[in-house]
């Protein structure tokens, strides 16, 4: 006779191991959470990170990556906590070291722990344990400007090209971003794309060293400003004192008007009343609302607007815009934008999209040639963009205006 008791009890536990079966979640793996993690997709990265770490307690690599993971959701006491055990598998991870210099850095936003000295530290240590990553050599640009050491951040701009982390398509860009730019001018940049590239041009190439290029949203610390004056030459309107008072404020409509903004209204009046003498000019990736003020004096020129008085901004200058593509081939912009070392999924997603303005560019000089009767250019840069836009695979919106213009052309002859 069979005994009830065991009977239920080995049911029991057999059915608990087929539910717990069953219910236990599948294994995750490196490379499919690096996928969510590079389309930028940071939350739904960040549990399936943990998960990786709580699977292999001795794997230093899934530690930091998720380390990063959480400095980038702003969670920086975790980040470092992570990154610290990482090194304590492995001491010379430059990795780890390059994300506790960035939590602990102070330039990247107000936190109770940050510290310039914890920064400086493991950014050097970054470099040490591998010389080859460019990933801190890129922090290093910045804290060398900080501390005032023009020779640090030039072999900074060195190493980013040397270690390949600037790719050869986005040194294209930088080029392209100078080369049509008047003599002596002063170039604000917005981002990492388009302050970068053109400073390393400058520097491994020799290329416009005469351009001063200012990012905008660093000229918010009084410390890069005294940088840009003492280094590049860069004229300031205001003085050490001035400089350090300068507050961010709201105006009567409610907007904040930042230190940069500031300045640059400044330069503004400067140049206004012939009191500034440098050219001054926009990279197109500054946000509309940095010159808001004075829109109706920039004059549209391809990879920058330059103030101009107002009877002069109402039209785009075709002669800036040819020049600024003169010598390349669309072939310069289809490569590879980021370097697989890149860790910012923020720059592997946008960084793509600057070949838009190099599109724009050339169906801008293709219209303004077709306007004045120059049909054969016309029709070349009209082949141009269409070839770029073809590689590049820029969407409906740029495909659809190229086919009006080249059905344009063929009704048309010089």
């Given at each position: 006779m069979i005994n009830l008791r065991l009977y239920l009890t080995i049911t029991l536990v057999t059915l608990a191991g087929i539910l717990a079966g069953c219910s236990k979640q599948p294994s995750a793996n490196l490379d499919e959470v690096m996928t969510l993690y590079r389309a930028n997709k940071i939350e739904q990265a960040l549990p399936l990170f943990e998960q990786l770490v709580a699977q292999d307690r001795d794997n230093p690599e899934d530690r930091v990556w998720l380390a990063e993971t959480y400095r980038r959701l702003g969670k920086k006491e975790e980040a470092?906590?992570?990154?610290?055990?990482?090194?304590?598998?492995?001491?010379?991870?430059?990795?780890?070291?390059?994300?506790?210099?960035?939590?602990?850095?102070?330039?990247?936003?107000?936190?109770?722990?940050?510290?310039?000295?914890?920064?400086?530290?493991?950014?050097m240590k970054a470099v040490t344990c591998d010389s080859t990553d460019g990933n801190p050599w890129l922090l290093i640009w910045g804290e060398a400007i900080?501390?005032?050491?023009?020779?640090?951040?030039?072999?900074?701009?060195?190493?980013?090209?040397?270690?390949?982390?600037?790719?050869?398509?986005?040194?294209?860009?930088?080029?392209w971003m100078?080369?049509?730019?008047?003599?002596?001018?002063?170039?604000?940049?917005?981002?990492?794309?388009?302050?970068?590239?053109?400073?390393?041009?400058q520097e491994v190439d020799g290329f416009r060293r005469d351009v001063a290029i200012v990012n905008c949203g660093t000229l918010n610390e009084d410390w890069y400003a005294r940088f840009i004056r003492d280094d590049a030459g860069v004229p300031l309107p205001f003085d050490d004192e001035q400089l350090q008072s300068l507050k961010a404020f709201k105006d009567q409509q409610g907007n904040v008007v930042t230190p940069s903004d500031q300045i640059f209204r400044k330069w503004v009046e400067q140049k206004a009343r012939g009191a500034f003498n440098r050219p001054l000019a926009v990279a197109v990736t500054v946000n509309e609302n940095y010159f808001a003020d004075c829109k109706d004096n920039m004059q549209f020129s391809g990879a920058f607007l330059q103030w101009h008085d107002a009877t002069i901004a109402s039209t785009p200058d075709t002669a800036a815009m040819l020049a600024s593509l003169a010598g390349f081939n669309p072939e310069d912009f289809t490569g590879v934008w980021i370097s697989d070392q890149d860790r910012s999924p923020?720059?592997?997603?946008?960084?793509?999209n600057l070949v838009r303005n190099i599109t724009?560019?050339?169906?801008?000089?293709?219209?303004?040639?077709?306007?004045?009767?120059?049909?054969?250019?016309?029709?070349?840069?009209?082949?141009w963009a269409d070839e770029l836009d073809g590689k590049?695979?820029?969407?409906?919106?740029?495909?659809?205006?190229?086919?009006?213009?080249?059905?344009?052309?063929t009704k048309t002859t010089d």
């Open positions: 470092i906590k992570m990154a610290r055990q990482a090194l304590a598998l492995e001491p010379c991870n430059s990795f780890a070291h390059t994300v506790i210099a960035e939590a602990a850095n102070p330039v990247m936003g107000m936190w109770t722990q940050a510290n310039s000295d914890t920064t400086w530290f493991h950014i900080h501390r005032g050491d023009p020779a640090l951040m030039r072999k900074a701009l060195r190493r980013l090209v040397e270690t390949g982390f600037l790719t050869n398509t986005a040194l294209a860009y930088g080029r100078l080369q049509g730019l008047p003599e002596n001018a002063i170039l604000i940049t917005n981002g990492d794309m388009d302050t970068y590239p053109p400073c390393a041009v923020i720059r592997r997603v946008y960084t793509k724009e560019t050339a169906i801008g000089c293709s219209e303004a040639l077709l306007t004045a009767k120059r049909t054969s250019a016309a029709k070349h840069w009209a082949n590049a695979e820029l969407g409906p919106v740029f495909t659809t205006r190229i086919a009006d213009l080249q059905k344009r052309l």
